[in-house]
Structures are given as C-alpha cells and as structure tokens.
C-alpha cells in the first residue's frame, strides 16, 4: 500500500511524541512492505511564528491533497493573550472545519497493567472499554452571535450553543453504527432539561435510533454523565454527544485510565481524517524528553485502521503498547512503585521494537 500523509507535529510535547510515532511507522513500513510517505505542515504556534497566522493556506491544502493526518498538539503559554482568532487553537478548529471532520472518536480503555494507575479503585476502572464520539464542527465552538461588545459600562460576551437537524442526525448516526460494532449500548448525552438545543439533540437522536432497534438508545444530562463516569464507568459502551458537552467528557474519561497521555483521537467525516492525542501540547514538561507518546502511537494505530483499513497493522501497534506496559515499563505520568520509568524516546523504541 502506499499512503501519503501529512505530519503536523505542532508545539510543546506534539513534537517530541510525533517523532517517536513516526519511528513506530517506519517499522510498519518495513515488516508489512508499505509506504507511507510523509510532508511537514506548520499549524498553532509554530505556524504563528512561521507565517503570523494559526492556519496557513498551505496547510489546509497540503492537508487537502494528502490521505490522511497525524497532529501531535497545539499551543503553549507564548500565544494565550493573542486576540481571538490569532490563538494556536484556531489552527485546530480551522482544520477540523476546512476538513469537515464532524465526527471525533476517542477511545478510552483501561490497559489490565495499568489499573492501578487511576486516581480511583481498582474495581470501578477494571474493564472500562468507552468510546465516545463528539461532535466536532457545531455548537458553541461555532455558533454565531460570538464575541465581546460594549454595552454602556459593562462588556458582554456571547458565544451561541446552535444544533441543526442534519447535524444531529449525522453524529448520531456515527454512534448508532459504533455501537453496532462493538456492544450495541448508545448513551446520548445533553442537557435537556434546560436547553432547547438539547431538546432537539435528544429528539432527533432517538429519531435515528428507529433505524437501530439492536442498539440499546438511553438519555443522560450532561451533569449526571459526569458523575456516572466516576461512580460507575464500566456501564458506557458508546456516547454520542456535543462538541462542548464531549470536549469536557473526554478529559473526565481519560483520566479514568491513569493519565491523559494514554488516550488516542480520530476525528472523521471528511475526506481526510486527523489523528491526534487527547492531551495537549503541555508546555510544562515540553523538552524534557519524559513526555508519554502512547496517545500519539496509538492515534497512528487508528489511523491504519480507520483511513486505510489497516487491521492486521493496527493491531500489532496495539499489541505492541500491551506488552511494553505488562514488561513494567511506564512514562513519568504513569509512574508506579516496582515499575520501570523511561522516557519518551525509549518508550518509543520498546514499542517499536514489539511491532511485528
Ligand atoms: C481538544 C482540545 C481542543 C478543543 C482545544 C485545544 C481547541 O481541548 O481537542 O479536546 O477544545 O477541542
Ligand atoms: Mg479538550
């Protein structure tokens, strides 16, 4: 097979983890004989410093003109007082939107080695397989009115959380068809007994669950899905929900598995689909080479999997992070009495060297 693929490796740690993952491709390449060939692009911060803006052109049409995406992570204390739009940030929403990419996957399993790593008991996060999707190009990451205006003295910000029908029943759709593939169980997530939006989020979801009678539909509130995900996490297979509503829920779900640097994202529905981690670009730990790149190496499992349909490939990465964590080794976030730490590079070459 051969691939093209566009490598945004970004900020902070999204350059560090970036390389070990595109180590973790090269032995893909070679044991399973295909080509992946790979361009740079420049997106967030470096991107502000490169060109001025967040999203050059040039990304978004090197992006374009590729099969798929790997990010690594946008942002950093240098760019936080930028007036809105000029954030690092808005290279990430500017390239889920340019791509259509309306459909975010993030998985959030707990590795059996690494069930003592939660900050809650062993007995609630054992098992814990959760998929949760969310709507990536709507709501009030894009809904107009926004901004900031005067008002006589006082300022008022606004932002506008807004969901049409086609919008809802595309997402939900998504989750339906994961649900089918995995234990046919669907929690749509809203706050429905507030908002009109959810009103209408709920409405149309169990719409298109007619289409589905062998998946098992139910309703939560968004506040109630917070805490049944610490109270009882094992009980959610999938969960469909908004873009806000599932941006908040995925760090609460990863941190079920030990540490946010474990968790992978797809985000899908376009063409072109990026992969990227759950975390962020963590400036904090950024050069000190203890960064974990499992969230990373795991994205570019999904990718395999999702945009080239890559099974066998994707599986053996899989199986790869399985055995390094059961030989005890561990990044600083995953640090454990009796465990082995290591930092990102040779966390990267225990992996690679366990694939294929
Ligand atoms: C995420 C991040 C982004 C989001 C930020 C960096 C814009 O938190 O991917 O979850 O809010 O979507
Ligand atoms: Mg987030």
């Not at 052109?57 to 007036?83: F, I």
């Not at 904090?284 to 570019?300: H, Q, V, Y």
């Amino acid at each position: 097979m051969q691939k093209k693929i566009t490598v945004i490796p970004g900020d902070g740690i999204g350059t560090e983890v970036i390389e070990q993952a595109l180590l973790v491709l090269d032995k893909i390449e070679k044991v399973y004989r295909h080509r992946f060939e790979r361009q740079e692009a420049v997106a967030g911060g470096a991107a502000l410093n490169a060109t001025g803006v967040p999203l050059p052109a040039e990304t978004l049409e090197r992006c374009k003109a590729s099969d798929a995406v790997l990010l690594g992570a946008l942002g950093g204390p240098k760019w936080d007082s930028n007036p809105p739009g000029m954030k690092p940030e808005n290279g990430l929403l500017g390239l889920r939107a340019g791509l259509g990419l309306y459909a975010n996957l993030r998985p959030a399993r707990i590795y059996p080695a690494l069930a003592n790593a939660s900050t809650l008991k062993r007995e609630v996060v054992e098992g814990v397989d959760l998929l949760i999707v969310r709507e990536l190009t709507g709501g009030i990451y894009f809904g107009k009115p926004r901004g900031v205006s005067k008002e006589g003295e006082e300022e008022v910000g606004v932002n506008t959380e807004i969901y049409r029908t086609s919008e809802i029943r595309r997402i939900a759709k998504v989750g339906f068809e994961a649900a089918r593939k995995r234990r046919r169980i669907l929690t749509s997530v809203d706050k429905a007994n507030v908002l009109e939006v959810s009103q209408l989020w709920r409405r149309v979801v169990t719409d298109v669950g007619k289409d589905f009678p062998d998946v098992e539909l139910s309703h939560l509130y968004v506040d109630n899905c917070a805490m049944q995900l610490i109270a009882n996490p094992k009980q959610f297979d999938v969960v469909v929900t908004s873009n806000l509503f599932g941006d908040i829920l995925s760090d609460e779900a990863a941190m079920l598995t030990g540490s946010i640097g474990m968790l992978p994202s797809a985000s899908l529905g376009g063409n072109i689909g990026i992969y990227e981690p759950v975390h962020g670009s963590a400036p904090d730990i950024a050069g000190k080479e203890i960064a974990n790149p499992i969230a990373t190496i795991a994205s570019l499992a999904m990718m395999l999997k999702y945009s080239f349909g890559l099974q066998k490939e994707s599986d053996a990465i899989e199986q790869a992070i399985v055995s390094v964590l059961e030989a005890g080794y561990r990044t600083a976030d995953l640090k454990e009495e009796g465990k082995t730490t290591v930092g990102t590079k040779q966390m990267g070459e225990l992996i690679i060297e366990r694939v294929g």
